[in-house]
């Protein structure tokens, strides 16, 4: 328990380097956003013209007897969703690189930005794929049972999400992908003695946290809005720090 509780005690400093960086990403990922919208906001306009429908109304049949051009339009449209979700993955990969690298005093390079993209999208796929298979399962329960397969499933998925945070902390102690994908299976699945208790605080902490944030919800959306993701991007920062802190015995 005392292990517990000193693991508790961030450093500060680095917490509050955490903190700007998360605000940071989500002020790119709003702008990358923007531009795209803005971007991609003329050529529907123009699919809305030539084919004399509203862009989300398309079809295969409004399309063949629409200008020639539409074709060109939606080719480029579905080429600008393309760039968008892979800029945005690369801005999600850099700063979440950047933040394992303040933990663990270590530099930012493109290299490694694009190392760590590459582990995300594997163990992306990877858990995505679990959770699609324990979902079908689920889906073909009947009766009282689907209510402990949805909650099974919740389980799982938050399961994932702490194995991800594993694979982020193995990669920022070793800039290794295979290694970062061993050692969420030998360190978050074979040692999760050591971070089972951690875990158990971390969900009390932030149930607290969620308490307490109801005491403003009388507060205009807006300013609730803005104060949630505030909240949570502290809350995340805390849980990096705390989650190494709780592995800081393991050696790669």
Request: proline share 1%; charged share 10%; glycine share 4%.
């Amino acid at each position: 328990m005392k292990n517990i509780i000193k693991s508790m005690n961030v450093d500060w400093k680095v917490f509050k380097k955490l903190v700007a960086y998360n605000i940071s990403f989500f002020i790119a990922f709003l702008l990358i956003f923007n531009i795209f919208s803005f971007i991609t906001s003329g050529i529907t306009s123009k699919l809305s013209a030539n084919a004399g429908y509203d862009a989300s109304k398309l079809t295969v049949e409004s399309l063949k007897i629409s200008q020639p051009n539409v074709g060109g339009l939606m080719f480029v449209l579905l080429v600008l969703v393309f760039l968008l979700i892979v800029v945005q993955m690369y801005n999600y990969s850099f700063f979440e690189n950047k933040i394992w690298n303040i933990i663990f005093n270590k530099k930012t390079t493109f290299r490694n930005t694009s190392k760590f993209l590459l582990l995300n999208l594997l163990m992306t796929t990877i858990f995505s794929a679990m959770l699609f298979i324990i979902f079908a399962v689920i889906s073909k329960f009947q009766g009282n049972l689907i209510k402990i397969g949805v909650m099974v499933f919740y389980l799982a998925l938050l399961f994932c999400i702490y194995l991800i945070f594993v694979g982020y902390w193995a990669f920022g102690r070793t800039h290794l992908v295979i290694k970062s994908l061993r050692e969420v299976y030998n360190t978050g699945v074979k040692r999760i003695d050591l971070t089972v208790l951690p875990l158990i605080v971390s969900i009390i902490v932030f149930i607290i946290v969620n308490l307490i944030l109801k005491v403003f919800s009388l507060l205009s959306e807006m300013i609730l809005l803005i104060l949630s993701s505030i909240t949570l991007v502290a809350y995340l920062a805390w849980f990096r720090l705390y989650l190494t802190n709780a592995l800081k015995s393991v050696k790669l």
